[in-house]
């Protein structure tokens, strides 16, 4: 009798995933890292992750948290996944937007005094 898979436990080993890789090609991911799938490049060849990934970024960026959760992998592996698909053209990334700081307290005050005097 074969034991009993438990949920969420994968079926093939992250080593093989990743040809046994454990580190990625480039060090500049980050998790907050956008992604974006180009869209005319074929994904035959590539491995049924690598064209699950690139079909999660397609209808836009994904960040690379959200793809290795959608993936239900490490990120690591996520990330050495990612990497591949950079070298060959697939993926394309984008540092998030910064948040927005203000560099004038004075126009802060402005809209606040705006504010009150609306309400």
């Given at each position: ?24 090609s ?20 590539q ?28 990120v ?44």
């Open positions: 009798m074969t034991p009993r898979r438990r949920p969420g436990e994968r079926l093939v080993r992250s080593y093989v995933v990743t040809d046994g890789r454990s580190h990625p480039r060090n500049t991911l980050d998790l907050v890292t956008l992604l974006i799938a180009a869209d005319d490049l074929p994904l035959a060849g491995s049924p992750e690598k064209r699950r990934l690139m079909e999660l970024c397609r209808p836009g960026a994904l960040s690379v948290a959200e793809v290795a959760g959608h993936l239900e992998l490490p690591s592996v996520t990330k050495v996944l990612i990497a591949d698909l950079i070298d060959s053209g697939h993926i394309v990334t984008r540092a998030p937007i910064p948040s927005a700081r203000p560099s004038d307290t004075r126009i802060l005050q402005e809209v606040l005094d705006g504010l009150r005097a609306r309400l």
